[in-house]
């Protein structure tokens, strides 16, 4: 060991004191995953690397005095203040969407910042700014994630991942962008040297990256997630989706079978996006003109809320092995924690950079 | 560290192992990447092929290509990659290597087979009009970045200009419209296809052949005048769509959007889609120089770098497979004479690997293979003997004869008068609609 320090591209092994030498050296690198659904901040607290997540909506109400102070006296919900009406956003979004029987707002859709949300931009700043801290220094490095491009939306990513970076370098950071695929690799994959398929299953895109040696070689995204579940679903059996997403997300599994219409029509969908997720992953890696050569068959791992289901991998799993894939594939599994994968990825990203 | 040898990226991974921290695991990971791409940058500048090849061999440097990546975090917009300086002590490590894999290299050239031939010799013409030798092909091939365009876009433009974010600048001050593109395609069971289309699907590389001056200061006149005079040419007769000049310059001359004359009477195809006569097709991009018989690389390094950048950009605006990408000499045909390599520029050379092209020389030819094409002595004379495709062509179409239960030369004439049969439909098409358009001209203007 002591010989392979002397070279510098070999970097010293003895990593076990990384965090404290963070500590001392006063760096604290940020990995966001900015999804659809939710915003999963992964950050230094102390010594131990933790993840903090809000989720990523928003309900405005009529603004008057006394709801105002009603707010301010519950120190978890987060607003603010525009004109004649309070904009909740973050976590309590969903609590206020039940107590006014209204649907919560996105301002982001399939991935993307929402061009349909004309309050888009501000919740999603407000909402950055209530889990980033600002840098304690200059030149702390924030990598955040984006989706990979979808064929004609291009420019749409282009905006959204300009936005972000211009928000997290006006914060005083670094910013780097990093693919949401990749970084569930980088969460993932480690012992594997980074080489494999991350997918990530989100709320509004599911975003799959076949990496080598941490290199992306295909990153695919599908227009196609946990909303696309909900909505479908919902038009199904008359249900709201709001109320799908609930039930969704309180218990599901697809491994049991279903015990009504709605969860028929649950896993009819997850079957659809699963099919529609392993074609395009399919295709894509059967379209590529060089891949690196690798006599060992590459793991596959899934994460993101919609991956959280029970039986969620089997139906993966099934799916995949039903037809012939164009790469030899040794194991599907659900990441440790499907929620903070890609925020994980994102830090481990940040901590290279820094 | 990652040791060189016959499969770095198994030495590598087999380092890896040691490390356990994730973060340190990807910094080595990384720079070793680094590492071998440094190397192979410094192996792609020896002289030589056979010395290269050698290099190559020892330290199997080439298995790595395939990760070097100018977008290693997958985003859009990637951040410009800095390189860390190898330390005093590593580029030490790597010269001296260097020098001992020269010395090692220089007692192993024996080994290098006699297959690749001797190093190719400038073209006859090509040294009168040069006073340096030109650089092999392989000396001035960078290596291939990927497979596929990365996201392009127009920056700015001007009146005579147009600037793209991949450093392409086009000169469009010579640009003309041409006939509108109208072209079909055709299937080996369904003969001519019954949609008429009209966006270009592939590109065909071609060398101008015209007068090429010494790139010497005295010669500045020249060198200015002739560029100018062929432009006008060019643009007078609607001939190719770009040229790429000997400092590469791109100049647009026919809109991409309508059809140029370039391709002439030829043939190519994808899957199992074949086009007869590219002009329709296809987007013509000429290299100012004259090809010289492809024994040396016969453009100059911006032309190189120049027609990399114009090719990403038109796949990536056009959507055109890499498999239609193809140079005139290798799709032109003599019809008359069923003959392939009517014209021969680009028939061997034309550096593919630099372009992430597919190497088309290896392709079997669709001439040869679905209309029974041959060559003949003048095509031996130049080219010495046919490119691998054409003898791929050759052996399968005698397997599809002995599949078949005729002789190849029977099952070869049936397949030129396929050729011929499709021509004449095709021809017969076009004449059809020029006299609609000619008839709808007339009506429009009232007469």
Redesign the interface.
């Known amino acids: 060991m002591a010989e392979n320090k002397d070279h510098l591209w070999k970097a010293p092994e003895e990593s076990a004191d990384k965090i404290e030498d963070l500590v001392k050296g006063g760096s604290h690198p940020v990995g966001i995953d900015v999804g659809t659904s939710k915003v999963v901040v992964s950050k230094r607290g102390g010594k131990e690397v933790a993840c903090q997540a809000q989720l990523n909506a928003f309900i405005p109400v009529p603004y008057s005095p006394v709801t105002e102070r009603t707010i301010q006296q519950q120190s978890d919900i987060h607003y603010y203040r525009d004109g004649e009406e309070i904009v909740i956003f973050g976590s309590a979004t969903e609590r206020f969407a039940n107590m006014f029987n209204a649907e919560a707002r996105r301002p982001m859709a399939d991935g993307l910042l929402n061009p349909k949300e004309k309050q888009a931009w501000p919740v999603l700043e407000a909402i950055l700014q209530s889990l980033v801290p600002k840098p304690r220094s200059s030149n702390e490095v924030l990598s955040f994630s984006v989706p990979a491009a979808a064929p004609g939306r291009e420019s749409a990513l282009t905006y959204h991942e300009a936005s972000l970076r211009q928000h997290f370098t006006a914060l005083g950071y670094k910013a780097m962008a990093i693919n949401e695929g990749l970084a569930v690799i980088f969460a993932e994959l480690e012992q594997h040297n980074f080489t494999g398929i991350g997918i990530s299953c989100g709320g509004g895109m599911c975003n799959a990256t076949l990496a080598f040696l941490s290199i992306p070689s295909i990153m695919v995204s599908l227009p196609k997630a946990g909303d696309f579940i909900d909505r479908s679903v919902g038009d199904a059996v008359g249900e709201h989706a709001q109320r799908v997403k609930v039930i969704k997300e309180e218990g599901f599994e697809l491994s049991k079978q279903p015990k009504d219409k709605l969860e028929k029509a649950l896993h009819i969908y997850y079957e659809d996006l699963v099919e529609s997720l392993v074609d395009t992953l399919r295709r894509a890696i059967s379209r590529a003109e060089k891949l690196p050569k690798t006599d060992r068959p590459l793991p596959i791992v899934l994460a993101g809320g919609t991956a959280k289901p029970k039986g969620f991998r089997e139906l993966f799993e099934r799916t995949l092995r039903a037809r012939p894939f164009p790469i030899e594939v040794a194991e599907v599994r659900v990441a440790a924690d499907p929620f903070t994968a890609t925020a994980r990825g994102a830090y481990i990203a940040a901590m290279f950079e820094k | 560290?990652?040791r060189f040898g016959r499969r770095p990226?198994a030495a590598?991974?087999a380092?890896?192992r040691?490390?356990?921290?994730?973060?340190?695991?990807?910094?080595?990971?990384?720079?070793?990447?680094?590492?071998f791409e440094t190397l192979d940058e410094r192996l792609q500048a020896l002289p030589g092929a056979p010395l290269r090849w050698v290099a190559y061999r020892l330290t199997g440097v080439e298995?790595?290509r395939?990760?070097f990546?100018r977008?290693?975090?997958?985003?859009?917009?990637?951040?410009r990659r800095s390189r860390p300086p190898?330390?005093r002590?590593?580029r030490r490590t790597v010269n001296v290597a260097a020098v001992l894999l020269m010395a090692a290299a220089g007692l192993a050239l024996a080994s290098y087979p006699r297959v690749h031939g001797p190093e190719p010799k400038p073209a006859t013409a090509a040294t009168a009009a040069t006073p340096k030798p030109r650089p092999t092909a392989q000396a001035a091939l960078d290596p291939?970045r990927?497979?596929?365009p990365e996201?392009i876009w127009l920056v700015d433009s001007g009146a005579a200009f147009e600037l793209y974010s991949n450093g392409l600048r086009i000169d469009t001050t010579w640009a003309v419209r041409g006939e509108a593109r109208r072209y079909r395609a055709f299937t080996k069971d369904g003969g001519m296809g019954a949609e008429v289309l009209e966006r270009p699907i592939g590109i065909v590389f071609h060398t101008s052949e015209s007068d090429i001056w010494p790139l010497e200061e005295s010669f500045n006149q020249k060198l200015r005048d002739s560029s100018q005079d062929l432009l006008r040419y060019l643009r007078r007769n609607q001939v190719y769509h770009y040229l790429i000049d000997r400092f590469g310059r791109v100049y647009r001359v026919v809109e991409e959007k309508d059809k140029a004359n370039h391709a002439g009477v030829s043939v190519w195809g994808a899957g199992d889609r074949l086009y007869l006569n590219l002009n329709g097709a296809t987007i013509g991009i000429s290299y100012e120089t004259r090809w010289e018989g492809g024994a040396a690389l016969p453009i100059t390094r911006a032309q190189l770098e120049a027609g990399r950048s114009l090719t990403d950009y038109l796949r990536h605006k056009w959507s055109l497979a890499?498999e239609m990408c193809v140079t005139h000499g290798l799709a032109s045909v003599n019809p008359r004479k069923h003959l392939i390599g009517h014209h021969l520029d680009w028939a061997r050379g034309f550096p593919f690997a630099a372009y992430?092209l597919?190497d088309q020389y290896q392709v079997a030819s669709p001439a040869v293979r679905r209309f029974g094409f041959s060559y003949d002595e003048r095509f031996l004379s130049v080219l010495g003997e046919p490119w691998p495709g054409v003898i791929a062509a050759q052996a399968a179409l005698a397997s599809e004869a002995a599949a078949s239960g005729q002789g190849v030369d029977a099952v070869r004439m049936e397949r030129v008068r396929t050729y011929d049969r499709w021509l004449a439909e095709l021809t017969k098409d076009a004449e059809t609609a020029e006299k609609a358009a000619a008839q709808d001209a007339r009506a429009a203007s009232g007469g």
């Open positions: 560290m990652a990226l590598l991974e380092e890896l040691t490390i356990k921290d994730p973060v340190e695991k990807l910094r080595f990971i990384r720079l070793s990447l680094d590492r298995e790595a395939p990760l990546s977008n290693p975090w997958g985003a859009l917009d990637p951040p190898l330390p002590r590593a291939p990927g497979g596929t996201r890499p992430s597919p």
